[in-house]
């Protein structure tokens, strides 16, 4: 069997992970969607917040499941005997980061690293990006699924409160 995780933060998920999600679906035979837990760092939602989001937005594929890690990705990947991270890349700049953590990861365990071109539709679209436009009142619709926008427009109503 052909394991392979998305790993991030999904504060909150955007459609753009989701295509990335969906494209991994049909190369892989499972897919493990991760969210990164790291105390340390604020988030808008908590990490048992997004997990619920992927839990709902990832539903229509049977071959993805949802889960968390803390730590090092590599030491998930080999607990969870996944072969492959996917990694979705919107430009040029995030080759630079990415290609730098996927030699890194190489070194430290036995997985590949399969870089994924975002779709051009979904190419502009971040998290951080979609939290900053909400916050001063942007309409997001279509950039995250509507059970997600609504979650996101309630929160910053509450004060957009780190969780």
């Known amino acids: 069997m052909h394991r392979a995780v998305c790993p ?46 992927l839990t709902r937005a990832c539903a229509p594929w049977e071959n993805v499941r949802i889960d968390t890690f ?21 430009a040029v700049s995030d080759f630079d980061y990415e290609l730098q953590m996927a030699q890194m990861n190489s070194h430290l365990a036995p997985v590949e690293t399969v870089f994924m071109p975002t779709s051009p539709e979904w190419s502009f ?6 939290k900053e436009v909400a916050t001063f009142g942007g309409d997001v619709t279509g950039l995250v699924p509507e059970f997600v926008r609504e979650q996101l427009v309630a929160r910053l109503a509450e004060g957009g409160e780190t969780r």
């Open 8 to 53: 991030g933060s999904f504060d909150p998920v955007t459609n753009g992970h989701l295509d990335i999600i969906e494209r991994a679906a049909r190369l892989f035979d499972e897919v493990v969607v991760a969210v990164g837990v790291n105390a340390s760092k604020s988030r808008l939602f908590s990490a048992d917040e997004r997990l619920e989001m």
């Open 70 to 90: 803390t730590g090092l990705l590599t030491e998930f990947c080999v607990e969870q005997e996944i072969d492959a991270i996917v990694k979705g890349l919107r």
């Open 125 to 130: 679209v971040a998290s951080s990006l979609v």
